[in-house]
C-alpha cells in the first residue's frame, strides 16, 4: 500500500535530496533536480543532458561483464579494468602463451583475441519507469501469488522491449519494491580482447594493496565491440567489423590536481545502506564472517592445487582472483562497519524513526507491514548457512553448474516460454551456451571435486534442520560417502566435452532423464529439492516485496524531513556520483596525499610477487622520460589518484571525467577505512581510487609501445 505523505513530502519526493557531503549514486534522472549542487561543485557541461542516456557522456559509459567500461573511440575500443578483463584475459592464456603474466598489445585488429562465449558488453538506450504496470496485478495478494503476479508483469514488459532484436532488457525494482523501472540495453556479444598491461602493472601489489592506499596500480586493459556485417550484434565473426557508438569519451591532455572537480558514471552492483537494523546486524555478526571463513578454505583449495599443476594455476586464476578480491573486501567491510559501530548506529537511526512514525496518520497501515517484514526476515536466517553453502555450490564449480542448469532447462522447456524461470527463457539460451562453451578453460575435475568436497563436508556437519533429503541420498552422510560418490560421479561423466555439454543444451527433458551420464543423473536427482528451496524463496521474496516499501516510505519520509540523502540503493543499473580529488586522514597522525607516481613504484618493488615490476617499467622510470605527462603541479610522474567519490563493487572499470566531461581517470579500488560504504556513508573516510590516464598514455608509450592505439584514442604518442 503507498502512503500518503502529505503534500510537502511528497513534492520532496519528486525531487533529488539533499545528500551529506558528496554522498549519492544518482540516477542519471535525478540529475537535472540537483543542477545547482553540481554547478556549485565545478561541473561545467549542462546538467539536464545528463538524464538523457542517449547523449553524451552518459550514451559512451557501457556495462562491460559484470562491472563498467567507457567507449573511447568511435571504432568501439572500450576502456576498462584489467581486473574486470581478467577472465578474457585468462581464457586466452595457456602456458605457452601467458598472458596474465606478460600482458597483451594486439598489433593489428587481425590480431585483437575473442573473448570468452558468455563475456558481454551492454550499452543502455531506455531507463522508463513502469511501477504501474508491474504493481497492477499484484494488488490483494500475498506471498508467492505476489512474487508471480510481479514476474509475470516483468516478463510481459521485458518480452514486449526485446522485440527490438539484439537489445536485452529488464525490469529492476528501487526502493526495495516501491518503484520499477525497465532497462533497455543493447547487447554486444563480440567482444575482444586489444591492449592488456603485465599482471605485475595491472595488478601490482595484488591483495597486499587491495583495498589500501597509497596504489600503484595499472589497472586497465582495453577491449573492441564487434558487430556483424550489417551493423548488428553478432556471434564472433572473423566478417564482423568494429562497432561504432553512439559516443565516445575523449581523454583529456592535462590531468587533474587536489581539490579539482571529479564526476563518475558507471554499474555499482549492490548497496545496502537502507536495509534495516536487524539486517546490519546479521552482516556484522554473521553473514561477513562465515563468508569469509568459507572462501578462505576454497581459496586454499585452488593455491594448493595450483602449485604442482601449472594449467591448473591458469585455468583457476580467473576464480582465484575474484576469491580473493572477496575475502578482502568482505574483512574490510566486517572491520570497518564495527569501527564505525554501524549495528548501533543504524539501530539508533531506526528506533527514531519508528517513534517518529508512530506520530504520523499512516502509523496503523504502516508498522504491521514493517513488523511483518521484519520477522520473514529473521526466519530466513534459520537456513543461512545451508543456504551460503549451495550458492558457493553452484558459483564456484564449472561442471557441476552445467549439470544443473542443463537439468533445470530441460524441465522449464517443457513449459511455455513467458511462464518460464528467469533465466531459463528462449532469451536466455544463448548465454547459457556460452557459460557451456567456456568451461573447458576453466575447469579441472580433481580441483572441482576437492571445491565440491570442502562446501558438502560443511553440509554435513550442518543439524538435521538445514539437512535436504535429496542431498543426503545423493552425497550420503559421512566424508567416506561423499568421497566415493565425488570419484565415482567425476570418473564416469563425460560433461568434460565440449560437445557433450552442448548436445545436452538441446536436449528435451524425457531425453536429459534417460541420460546415462553420471554427473546428469546425480543433478536429475537434486533439481527436486533445489526447485522446491526456489519456490520457497519465491513466496518469501513476494512477500518482501510486498511488505518492504512500507518500511521505504517511512524511511524516505523521516529522512526528507531531515534534510538526509534518498537516492535508491545501487542495483547495477546506471548511476552518477560527482565530488572532487580529495586527500586522506586516515587516523590521528595519519594523512595521505591524493597523487602516487612511479617513485612509489620503486620503493616497493621487490622484485618478487606482488612487488616484480617488470625490467621494460623499471626501465622507462630510470629514464625519466615524462615529457608530455607529467603533473603540472608536482613534476611527478602520476599513477593513480584519489577524490570522494561515492562508489562500491561494480564501479570497476568506471570513467572518472573532469569538469568539461573529459576522461582523467579509471575508477578501480577503494580504501580499506571505507570498504564498508556499501552499506554506510561516511564522509571522512570514503574515497576511490583512480588510474591516472597519463599513466596509462605513458604506458602505452614509453612502455608496452602502441602508437596505432594511441592515435585512434586521440592521444597520438609523444
Known sequence: MRLKLGLATAVALTLAPVAQADEGMWMPSQLPSIAAQLKAAGYQGNPADLADLTKPPLSAVVKVGGATGAFVSNEGLVLTNHHVAFGVIQYNSKPERDLIQNGYVAADRSQELPANPDFRLRVTTGFDKVTDKVLAGAKGKTGRAYFDAVDAASKALVSECERDVGYRCSVVNMFYGRDFYLVKQLELRDVRLVFAPPRAIGNYGDEVDNFVWPRHSGDFTILRAYVGPDGKPADYSKDNKPYTPPAHLQIASEGVSEGDYVMLAGYPGITYRHRMAAEFADQIQWRLPKSVEVMKQLQGVIEDSGKADKQAAIR????????KNGIKRFSGELEGLKRSDAVSIRRKDETAMMAWLD???????????????SKLLADANATRDRD??????????????SAITLQRLGAERAKPDAVRETGFQQRDEDLIAGMLKQVQRRFDPAVEKRLLTALLTRYQQLPDAQRVPEFDAAFGRTPAELAKTLDGVYGATKLGDEAQRLHWLKASQAELAQSDDALLALAAKLQPALTRLDEQRKGREGDLLR????YMEALIAYRE??????????NSTLRVSYGKVTPLKARDAVSYAPLTSTEGIVEKNTGEE?????????????????DGYRDAKSGVMPVNFLSNLDTTGGNSGSPVMNAKGELVGLNF???WEAVSASWMFDPRYKRAIHVDMRYMRWLMDKVYPAPHLLKELGVPAK
Open 669 to 671: 579500488d577503494s580504501n
Open 316 to 323: 583457476y586464476a580467473s576464480q582465484l582472483q575474484s576469491l
Open 610 to 626: 606482488p612487488f616484480d615490476a617488470p625490467k621494460p617499467l623499471l626501465d622507462a622510470i630510470a629514464k625519466g622520460d615524462y
Open 359 to 373: 506520530k504520523q496518520p499512516s502509523a496503523k497501515t504502516l508498522k504491521p507491514q514493517i513488523a511483518s517484514a
Open 561 to 570: 524531513q531531515q534534510g538526509r540523502a534518498v537516492y535508491p540503493d545501487a
Open 547 to 550: 511488505l518492504r516499501p512500507a
Open 388 to 401: 551460503l553453502l549451495f550458492a558457493l555450490m553452484q558459483s564456484q564449480t564449472q561442471l557441476m553448474r
